[in-house]
């Protein structure tokens, strides 16, 4: 009997403890549900208007509620997260500053954040900003050494054979990006150029449109500019200067030419009569010029130039004002790659003028600048500085060798000289027109 009491006794004193030992607290609940959301972001606006045209480096967003927290906010197009290069509030008004982004097409730019009690989004078009033309290799059997674009916006291209005989062709590429076809061979030059033709590694040196709508060449180690018409069997000299002279060229509005290689700039009259201008003196070469008429009616000789050597490397940009009867005033220098370290052991490819007066530069960079070797196309900005025309360095294509302006505001790329693959050319737009060519209505 005390067993059994015994027994019942500890049967009662377990379910005690048991009992005890059930009570659970529960943990802080991780949020507040009767806690009242923050008023979520609200976008009244996004500049430019409606559509990022190509060319447009930055979209602007303006509204209320933005967070200023980096790390909650999120802004995407679509489904594509967008970097934020900064945000700022002012009198109640947030604004967001986005790169232009690789994506393009017609979504919604939205932005959340943590906690917020709705998602703002804002229909918008970024436009495409290049495409690329593979036809280019389909007639080509050599590099893209110089090329032109005409008023109608066909691109004129010289090309260099990769065997054979030194002598390149021109090839018309319709505005349509698509139909190409041969239109000179210039073979016929070969009796004109001291006999030596097989000699010449880059026979064409440059190419513009000019006076009477025609299609203007200079060669390497030639001393005339042709007039390249359709209509000869037989090379048109247009102007012929002293040995050294002319290499690069661009027109005027007047139909004068300035030219040079390593003896300095040079105007052509429109008779052929030629005489030494501007004061580009010493052991120089002429990589590019360009004749270009601002805002304000004023024109400037372009000239990039670099060391005389046998194979010559451009580092300096120089402008000189161009006085009414044709002769120039004293160089004014517009930017020294070697002087400027964030670009150390760079050079410059190709320049070229915005309608607004804004200098594109291409270069060939290399793994000593800090990150930029991954361009190839700057903006030379008002403070003397370089910076990428994008941000995102998958948006263009590096190792660009020439850059000229169609008629309107897409800006044409080579990259024929130093690449060979099927994509050599590209059609970049922009978000305005580049300074006019003058020659291209004579």
Known sequence: MKTMHLIFCLLILTLFFLCACNH???PSAVWDPNRPLSKGPYISSVSPANTAAAGVREITITGQNFSTNLDSLTVTFGSQLLAIKSISVSAGVSTIVIPRPAIYGFNNISIMYPAADSIAKYPYTIENPITGDAVVSNIFSGNLLVMEADKGDTIWIANM????IKLGYIYKLLPDGVTMTVFMDTSYLKPKINNKASDFTNPFADLKIGTGGFLYATFSNVNSIYCMDPNSSAPVVYATLSANST???DFDDNKNIYTGKNNGLFLVKPD?????????TGSITFGEIRVIKNANNNKFVYALIGAAAAKPTFTQLYRSPINNDGTVGSKQLVYDITADTAFNGCTISSINVKSDGTVLLSLYTNSAVNGNQNYSLFVLENNGSLTPYY??????PTGIDQLIWGSGR???LSKGKTNTSSTRFFKMGMEQNGAPYLGRNL
């Open 24 to 26: 659970f607290d529960a």
């Open 161 to 164: 054979p990769n065997s054979g």
């Open 247 to 249: 290499a690069k060229f």
């Open 272 to 280: 052929g009569s030629n005489s030494s201008v501007g004061d580009y």
């Open 391 to 396: 941000k995102d360095n998958t948006i263009l």
């Open 410 to 412: 897409y800006l044409y």
